[in-house]
C-alpha cells in the first residue's frame, strides 16, 4: 500500500477532501494513491505539514513497521502527550549501544512503541533466517523459537544469551543488566573456549 492511501484511511480523510485542501482534482489524488503518478514535489511540503508526517512516508511502498510509525505519530498529535522520563535500552543497529528511550504519560504511546520495537525485531529475525535459501541453522532457530515460547521468564536462557552477545562481542562488554552476570560469563566462557575450535 502506498502511504498516502494508508495515511488517508488512518485519519479517515476522502480524496476529494484531500483534493479540496491541495486545490487539485480528485482524479490525481487517485492516481497518486494508486501509484499511477508520482506525487509532484510541490505538495509533498504541503502533505508533511497537513499531517505532520515527513515527506519520504508518502509515495512509497509501507512496511508493517512504516505503519506503525505512522499510527504513532498520529496518537503524539491527538494525545499530546508528555514524556515522563527515560529509560535506557539496549539498540541494535550499525553500532550496537544502549540509547535513550521515551517513556510517556499515556500508555497507548508506549504501548506503540513496544509494537514498534516488535515489528523490527521480527524483521531483523526473519533477515536472519533468508541470508540463504538454504540457511543450515534452521534446527537453531527452531530451537531458538522454543525456547522462547517454553521458558522466556527463566533467567538462564537470559545471562547465557548475554554471555554469548559478549562472547562474541555483539554486545559492548560495559553492558551488563545484573551484577552477578560477570562471574556467570567468566565461567561459561571457559566452557565456549574449550569448545570453540
Known sequence: MIGLEYIL???????????????????????????????PKKYLPVLEELFGIDQSYFGREFSEIDQLEIQKEKLKRDLKPVIKK??????????????????????????????????????KFKAAMDIVDNNPYVETYKLIVELLEKVQHESVLHKTIEALAHYYEVLPEW???????????????EVFDDHNY
Not at 552477578?180 to 560469563?185: A, K, S, Y
Open 175 to 189: 553492558i551488563s543488566s545484573e551484577p552477578e552476570q560477570e562471574g556467570f560469563e567468566s565461567e561459561i566462557f
Open 86 to 123: 527515560h529509560e535506557q535500552q539496549f539498540s541494535l543497529g550499525e553500532i550496537n549501544d544502549l540509547v535513550e528511550v521515551p517513556i510517556y504519560d499515556k500508555e497507548e504511546m508506549n504501548a506503540i512503541e513496544r509494537d514498534i520495537e516488535k515489528a523490527k525485531l521480527v524483521s
Open 9 to 39: 484511511n488512518l485519519y479517515n480523510l476522502q480524496h476529494i477532501e484531500l483534493a479540496e485542501k491541495l486545490g487539485i482534482k480528485k482524479q490525481n489524488i487517485n492516481m497518486w494513491v494508486k501509484g499511477r503518478q508520482n506525487i
